[in-house]
């Protein structure tokens, strides 16, 4: 399905990619600082030595972001909207959104604030302002988990630059600069760019801790064959058990899928018609609200 133009989803997925060359810049700076402060010590080359060039952990950082942000791309064009879609007839568990005027399949959703409705919807992504459904999905995962593995890679780098930095300090100083970076900057505890390092790395974890959260959470959901409205009610209707539960979501190569966005895996379904665990006549009676 063709996606139906970037619109307002180009600046926030602009908006991450200045922050990740943002991240990447800063990284290399730091890596170039400790590998200063690490001959210093003479825990690295001899002085007059010339510094060698972060090559690996650069390189491991810009394919980290790299990743991420060809998820995001991906993310926000594979609309995963009835737009475009021939939606014939209305079976069993089919209903009728008032919104779009038309007969929409199973789990099926409508978004307001895409104003169209989703095929598997599961939720609007505010940030990349998309809806995350059926066609999406894999890149939404994917995003997450590289999202997360940069982050902590950068708030692990930092912290060990404001140790750095901060070394002929307290302890307890690097605690509270790292605890509450504003306050030490403001009393003139620290200088501007210990207080840098530390806010790069507070700002890095809490974008972590965020990141993982959602990651866990929507991988559980993967595994169990839900969308989020499904866990909120209780309905396993679709739980396939979880090999065949990431097929469905994930494509057919679903263990590949997290390594690149490029990997090809096609889903298995069409989004419109979804195997049950039981036959359908079996399933339980549900009224679905759009
Ligand atoms: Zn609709
Ligand atoms: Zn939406």
Known sequence: ????????RALPVGVGAVLGAALVVEVLAVLLLLRRR???RGGGAADGEPLPFPFLPLGALLFLLGNALENARRFVTASPSTRGVMLAGAGQGWEYCYSCQTHVPPRCGHCFACNVCVLRRDHHCTLLGQCVG?????????LLLHGSLALLFGGVLNAEAVVTT????????????LVL?????????????AFAYAFVTDACIVGFLFATGFLLFHSLLALRGQTTKEWFEGDRRYDLGWRDNLRQVLG????????????????????????????PAESPPK???L
């Open 1 to 8: 399905m063709a996606g139906y133009g970037w619109g307002r």
């Open 38 to 40: 690490g001959r210093g």
């Open 134 to 142: 059926h066609q999406n999905y894999r890149y939404f995962l994917a």
């Open 166 to 177: 901060l070394q002929e300090g307290h302890p307890t100083q690097t605690i509270l600069l």
């Open 181 to 193: 970076p504003w306050l030490m900057f403001l009393m003139g505890q620290v200088n501007v760019v």
């Open 252 to 279: 057919e190569k679903w263990p590949l899928v997290w390594i690149l966005p490029f990997i090809a895996s096609p889903l298995p379904g069409d989004g419109i018609t979804f195997p049950t665990r039981c036959p």
């Open 287 to 289: 009224t679905r609200h």
